[in-house]
Protein backbone atom coordinates (compact mmCIF):
# COMPACT_ATOMS: atom_id res chain seq x y z
CA UNK A 1 0.00 0.00 0.00
CA UNK A 2 0.88 3.85 -0.52
CA UNK A 3 0.19 6.37 1.59
CA UNK A 4 0.20 10.14 0.42
CA UNK A 5 0.18 12.57 3.36
CA UNK A 6 -0.29 16.66 2.37
CA UNK A 7 0.51 19.13 5.23
CA UNK A 8 1.14 22.88 5.14
CA UNK A 9 -2.32 23.73 4.32
CA UNK A 10 -3.56 27.09 6.61
CA UNK A 11 -5.07 30.59 6.76
CA UNK A 12 -3.52 32.87 5.11
CA UNK A 13 -4.13 36.57 4.17
CA UNK A 14 -4.69 37.66 0.27
CA UNK A 15 -1.29 38.16 -1.32
CA UNK A 16 0.39 35.87 0.99
CA UNK A 17 2.32 32.57 0.55
CA UNK A 18 2.21 29.10 1.43
CA UNK A 19 4.07 25.57 0.77
CA UNK A 20 2.09 22.78 0.56
CA UNK A 21 3.61 19.16 0.69
CA UNK A 22 2.98 16.01 -0.07
CA UNK A 23 5.29 12.90 1.40
CA UNK A 24 4.61 9.27 -0.37
CA UNK A 25 5.18 6.44 1.73
CA UNK A 26 4.91 2.45 1.86
CA UNK A 27 5.49 0.02 -0.90
CA UNK A 28 7.31 2.31 -3.36
CA UNK A 29 9.12 0.87 -6.31
CA UNK A 30 8.93 4.54 -8.42
CA UNK A 31 6.76 6.89 -8.84
CA UNK A 32 5.52 8.86 -12.23
CA UNK A 33 3.45 12.01 -12.38
CA UNK A 34 2.43 13.52 -9.36
CA UNK A 35 0.07 16.28 -9.39
CA UNK A 36 -1.78 18.64 -6.79
CA UNK A 37 -5.83 18.94 -7.60
CA UNK A 38 -8.36 21.28 -5.59
CA UNK A 39 -11.83 21.81 -4.58
CA UNK A 40 -13.33 24.63 -3.55
CA UNK A 41 -16.29 24.95 -1.43
CA UNK A 42 -19.44 24.01 -4.25
CA UNK A 43 -17.11 23.51 -7.46
CA UNK A 44 -16.01 20.73 -8.88
CA UNK A 45 -12.37 19.52 -8.35
CA UNK A 46 -9.73 20.80 -10.79
CA UNK A 47 -6.44 20.18 -11.64
CA UNK A 48 -3.89 22.63 -10.34
CA UNK A 49 -0.52 21.51 -11.61
CA UNK A 50 1.53 18.28 -12.43
CA UNK A 51 5.44 17.93 -12.62
CA UNK A 52 6.49 14.15 -14.53
CA UNK A 53 9.61 12.35 -12.71
CA UNK A 54 12.18 14.03 -14.68
CA UNK A 55 10.34 17.88 -13.53
CA UNK A 56 8.32 18.86 -16.54
CA UNK A 57 5.53 20.81 -15.13
CA UNK A 58 2.05 21.45 -16.59
CA UNK A 59 -0.17 24.25 -15.22
CA UNK A 60 -4.13 25.11 -14.95
CA UNK A 61 -4.03 28.85 -16.71
CA UNK A 62 -5.44 30.48 -13.76
CA UNK A 63 -2.51 29.34 -11.53
CA UNK A 64 0.29 29.84 -14.04
CA UNK A 65 2.57 32.39 -12.80
CA UNK A 66 1.66 31.85 -9.25
CA UNK A 67 1.91 28.03 -8.29
CA UNK A 68 5.04 26.17 -8.73
CA UNK A 69 5.42 22.61 -8.63
CA UNK A 70 8.59 20.75 -7.55
CA UNK A 71 9.43 17.52 -6.42
CA UNK A 72 12.17 15.73 -4.60
CA UNK A 73 12.62 12.42 -5.81
CA UNK A 74 14.68 10.62 -2.99
CA UNK A 75 11.98 11.96 -0.30
CA UNK A 76 9.11 10.95 -2.70
CA UNK A 77 7.61 14.18 -1.87
CA UNK A 78 6.55 16.39 -4.19
CA UNK A 79 5.61 20.46 -3.43
CA UNK A 80 3.55 23.23 -4.28
CA UNK A 81 4.92 27.10 -3.87
CA UNK A 82 1.95 29.03 -4.19
CA UNK A 83 2.50 32.88 -4.27
CA UNK A 84 0.37 35.86 -4.48
CA UNK A 85 -2.84 33.55 -2.86
CA UNK A 86 -6.05 35.09 -3.72
CA UNK A 87 -9.23 34.51 -1.92
CA UNK A 88 -10.69 32.30 -4.47
CA UNK A 89 -7.43 30.03 -3.93
CA UNK A 90 -9.57 28.74 -1.11
CA UNK A 91 -9.92 24.95 -1.71
CA UNK A 92 -8.84 21.67 0.06
CA UNK A 93 -5.92 20.79 -1.93
CA UNK A 94 -5.12 17.02 -2.98
CA UNK A 95 -1.88 15.31 -3.65
CA UNK A 96 -2.18 12.44 -6.23
CA UNK A 97 0.42 10.48 -7.81
CA UNK A 98 0.92 7.09 -10.36
CA UNK A 99 3.09 4.72 -8.19
CA UNK A 100 4.71 1.69 -8.82
CA UNK A 101 5.06 -0.66 -6.09
CA UNK A 102 7.76 -3.21 -7.82
CA UNK A 103 9.56 -3.42 -10.99
CA UNK A 104 7.39 -4.43 -14.07
CA UNK A 105 4.89 -3.29 -12.03
CA UNK A 106 1.80 -1.50 -13.02
CA UNK A 107 1.54 2.40 -12.53
CA UNK A 108 -1.42 2.83 -9.78
CA UNK A 109 -2.89 6.35 -8.93
CA UNK A 110 -3.06 7.28 -4.87
CA UNK A 111 -4.60 10.19 -3.48
CA UNK A 112 -3.81 12.32 -0.24
CA UNK A 113 -6.45 13.15 2.00
CA UNK A 114 -5.85 16.84 1.60
CA UNK A 115 -5.33 20.09 3.05
CA UNK A 116 -7.55 22.74 3.88
CA UNK A 117 -5.86 26.13 2.51
CA UNK A 118 -8.04 29.48 3.53
CA UNK A 119 -7.34 33.07 1.83
CA UNK A 120 -9.02 35.67 4.08
CA UNK A 121 -8.25 38.93 5.61
Known amino acids: QVQLVESGGGLVQPGGSLRLSCAASGSIFSINTMRWFRRAPGKERELVAA???????NYADSMKGRFIASRDNAKNTVYLQMLSLKPEDTAVYYCNADVRAFYSGPYLNYWGQGTQVTVSS
Open 51 to 57: ISSVGST
